[in-house]
């Protein structure tokens, strides 16, 4: 539990801190969603790195994304996905129906033109995740209603 609350203060910490800087003129227009994301893929390469250290190969994309839906997302937000979906030619759809990132935002409707800052640094861990295991892709989340959340993910053929 306490883990769990030092990392939401850490990350609405850090998404103050760029969005400040932003403000400031040290972060020109635009950079901080790609600046946040960079951030989580860094973290979800190396998180993904030691959750897979002792595991065996994985068959396939699918087997993939089934690790990223229960191991990965119940190590970083402690619940698994609740839906996975697939059009089997490289399109995913991660859905949360409650995400711990956007669950201290209100439900109210004008908050969700802030949800994707607070959306970026999770696009950028599940992109890191996917590239340290050989998987290219584009990651990205749309909220309707706070705080479900749904995560695009759509695999780039090498």
């Not at 769990?4 to 801190?17: G, R, T």
């Not at 998987?135 to 309707?144: G, L, Q, R």
């Given at each position: ?23 400031s003129g040290e972060t020109e227009n635009g950079r901080h969603i790609a600046k946040l994301e960079n951030m989580g893929f860094r ?116």
């Open positions: 539990m306490a883990d769990e609350a030092a990392f939401q203060f850490l990350h609405n910490e850090v998404i103050q801190y760029i969005y400040k800087s932003a403000e973290v979800g390469q190396g998180l993904i790195e030691r959750l897979t250290k002792d595991t065996a190969r994985f068959k396939d994309e699918l087997d993939i994304m089934k690790f990223v839906c229960k191991d990965f997302w119940t190590c970083v937000f402690k619940k698994q996905i609740d839906n996975l979906r697939t059009n089997h030619q490289g399109i995913y759809v991660l859905q949360d129906n409650k995400f711990r990132l956007l669950s201290q935002l209100s439900a109210g409707k004008q908050y969700l033109e802030h949800a994707p800052k607070y959306l970026s640094f999770s696009c950028g861990l599940v992109r890191g995740a996917l590239s340290s295991l050989g998987v290219k892709s584009i990651v990205t989340a749309e909220v309707s209603i706070m705080p479900a959340c749904k995560f695009q993910i759509m695999i780039q053929k090498m």
